[in-house]
């Protein structure tokens, strides 16, 4: 396969000839690489055939195996897309982009289930209803005037959002000082 790799410099008979067997080598590599389940090395096969005929269906069709091996079925979908548009009827590429619509259906069935169970559940897990509030003062603070459901604050709970407060804004002054220098 090296030496058909230099074929520049041939006369324009032998480099024709090297072409086509630069094709089939690269066809019968590929082939190889899929059954060793060798995806990358088949794709890259597929590539220096189809350098040779860009339009050749069964250098496309092995590429679109090797992409489905892989999991890249968007790559594969357009490879049979291509073949198909050079040999619209051709049993193996059919049968290829049949098989291809299935397991994207499948994957896309996948997600969906994914997505619903991801979005069905809450995020935060069920906490007990908090107590109901009494009447009278609690942490000096009467609860007569707080909302249905809620509990005051416990003492010092002002001090600790001040110092919140001055934290986050001392971080925002290190991110100017930081986007400054």
Do not use: H, W
């Not at 790559?75 to 049968?95: N, Y």
């Not at 925002?172 to 986007?179: D, E, H, I, N, T």
């Amino acid at each position: 396969m090296s030496c058909v790799s230099y074929d520049k410099n041939f006369p324009e008979a032998l480099r024709v000839k090297s072409g086509a067997v630069k094709k089939g080598a690269s066809l019968n590599l590929a082939a190889a690489n899929l059954k060793l389940k060798d995806y990358k090395e088949a794709i890259k096969n597929c590539d220096k055939a189809l350098e040779v005929d860009s339009n050749n269906t069964k250098a496309l069709y092995r590429r679109a195996q090797a992409f489905m091996g892989q999991g890249d079925n968007v790559e594969a979908e357009q490879d049979v897309k291509s073949a198909l548009l050079l040999a619209p009827r051709d049993p193996d590429l059919l049968a290829l982009q049949k098989k291809l619509r299935a397991v994207m259906k499948d994957e896309a069935q996948k997600q969906k289930s994914l997505y619903s169970k991801m979005f069905s559940k809450p995020l935060v897990p069920d906490s007990p209803p908090p107590p109901p509030a009494t009447s009278g003062p609690e942490n000096g603070v009467e609860s007569d005037t707080l909302p249905p459901g809620t509990q005051p604050a416990p003492k010092g709970s002002v001090l600790l959002e001040e110092k919140a407060e001055k934290a986050n804004s001392m971080s925002g002054l290190k991110l100017v000082l930081a986007a400054c220098l």
